[in-house]
């Protein structure tokens, strides 16, 4: 893509766009949740976390399979959009269905599994999400395909302000782990309904046959990946789960909360505007180079910061977020937050192989990562939570230059290109380290509130001194393409874009 050319600076201007809304939009839920959380903590006890937590993995592995790809062939799909979601639509109301149906035979198993029978009838309500999440995904994906982030605001508040409301009510009411279970699906009510809302796109007209194999033959890479990428994602909490108990898995999962808030939700909003842009970019026989290691440099002026201020003010923010008693997810935090640094890297590299189509290249890298990444996970888990985060740590940073290599060479970029794309984030984030350590070491004792208050602004500052010093041009880019660009421009939602070529209207 160059910038250069009115084209693809119109394109480069959407995709800034959509990375700011998508953040907005993605930041505001998870934070209203976060806050939701904070609540909850004081009301329930880890055992009841631990207990949704073991329903909420099972059901996260099988939504890997979701609709067997077809979302983000949908995404892909260059032409014919509407025939394409249809195919989309009716894949997942009928896998919806099915998934339904095999979670309610699973159920007793998944609860022996973990050697906690009380998971049984939470998976068996949980797995209602199937049918629920099936009937926005198509609408979603149609958001993603148009670059249409700043829509998925209503959706994406609707969900997480309906979980936390619904949860904190029936949690007061004295609901326990049920408070979880429904609030989740009283979200996703409220999820489904909004996408419907904003999105005008209707399953109507007659069924594409014709695609159904081409998008699932796309599909099946993404779905191998994807199974591959959820095993590596969530077998840290599979075997805190079935080797260290219920109240171990609910301080884990706590402690994973608050990366998920800060670091991964950067990678994961910049990765789904990522693909959406590489791959209009690639279908149109431009270049990925450029675009690709931009995207390195600012997705890293992201995550690395807030990996390195998540390590050092682990013990104020549980303290202050979650309280005294749960103290003992402040370790497995500090380990997290490395982790989650080294994967947001990760997760870009593999946007780029599944925008150009090599969705098998991008399944053997995850079958290499969980190859070595199982074991040594189930060796740590004879340890403890905090051995567990640490080793994922380790495998996820070889994993992570791996993956960065193997996308650079697909894209005709050099080794050292990237390592000078990611030398500013990576000075400034060594800079907040610093800072920070210095103040904890010899600075005055104080609540963890105000500790916070003073080591949060303290490290931003720092942090933005050093990057504005050593790149202030990719700071002033980014701000002029932002002012530049005057929002979502490339047609409304549901609608074809304005001059597309006939065959690619609807």
């Not at 055992?47 to 099972?58: Q, R």
Request: hydrophobic share 60%.
């Amino acid at each position: 893509m160059d910038p250069g050319s009115s084209e693809g600076g119109a394109l480069a201007r959407a995709a800034a766009w959509g990375v700011v809304w998508a953040f907005a939009a993605t930041a505001l839920s998870r934070l209203a949740w976060l806050a939701a959380l904070a609540v909850l903590a004081r009301l329930l006890a880890p055992e009841e976390f631990g207990l949704f937590a073991f329903g909420l993995v099972f059901l996260t592995f099988v939504e890997t399979v979701g609709d067997l790809g077809t979302g983000a062939a949908l995404v892909h799909w260059p032409r014919r959009t509407g025939e394409a979601a249809r195919v989309t639509f009716y894949a997942n109301l009928g896998l919806g269905c099915a998934w339904f149906a095999l979670a309610q035979a699973a159920a007793p198993w998944v609860a022996e599994f973990f050697r906690n029978p009380e998971g049984e009838p939470v998976i068996r309500v949980l797995a209602a999400s199937f049918l629920l999440r099936g009937l926005g995904n198509t609408h979603d994906a149609l958001c993603q395909k148009e670059l249409r982030f700043k829509a998925r605001l209503v959706p994406e508040t609707a969900l997480t302000v309906g979980k936390g409301a619904v949860a904190v009510a029936l949690a007061l009411a004295g609901f326990g782990v049920w408070s979880l279970v429904w609030g989740q699906l009283a979200g996703l009510v409220l999820q489904a309904a909004a996408l419907w809302w904003i999105v005008p796109w209707r399953p109507g007209g007659p069924f594409p046959r014709d695609l159904v194999r081409p998008m699932l033959a796309y599909g099946r890479g993404i779905v191998a990946a994807s199974v591959l990428a959820a095993v590596v994602a969530h077998a840290d909490l599979v075997v805190v789960g079935r080797m260290l108990g219920a109240s171990a898995l609910g301080f884990y999962q706590m402690a994973a909360k608050v990366p998920e808030v800060t670091v991964i939700l950067a990678a994961w909003v910049v990765g789904r505007v990522l693909f959406a842009t590489y791959s209009r970019v690639h279908a149109e026989g431009r270049g990925l180079a450029r675009g690709f290691l931009a995207a390195v440099r600012y997705l890293s002026l992201l995550t690395l910061p807030a990996a390195a201020g998540l390590c050092l003010l682990a013990d104020p923010l549980v303290r202050t977020v979650f309280g005294e008693a749960w103290l003992p997810a402040v370790p497995v935090l500090r380990a997290l937050a490395v982790y989650v640094g080294l994967r947001s890297l990760d997760l870009h590299a593999s946007e780029v192989l599944k925008a150009t189509g090599r969705t098998g290249l991008l399944a053997l890298l995850a079958v290499a990562k969980a190859a070595v990444l199982v074991p040594v996970l189930v060796v740590a888990g004879r340890a403890s939570g905090v051995v567990v985060a640490a080793a994922l740590a380790a495998v996820t940073g070889a994993a992570a230059a791996l993956s960065l290599t193997v996308a650079a060479r697909r894209v005709a970029v050099g080794a050292r290109q990237v390592a000078g794309a990611l030398a500013p984030s990576a000075a400034g984030a060594a800079a907040l380290a610093a800072a920070l350590g210095a103040w904890q070491a010899w600075g005055p004792e104080l609540a963890p509130a105000a500790a916070l208050a003073v080591q949060v602004p303290l490290g931003a500052a720092v942090y933005g001194a050093v990057v504005l010093a050593v790149d202030a041009e990719s700071v002033r880019q980014a701000y002029a393409a932002l002012r530049s660009a005057g929002g979502e421009r490339l047609g409304p939602v549901g609608t074809p874009a304005a001059g597309a070529p006939l065959e690619e209207q609807w």
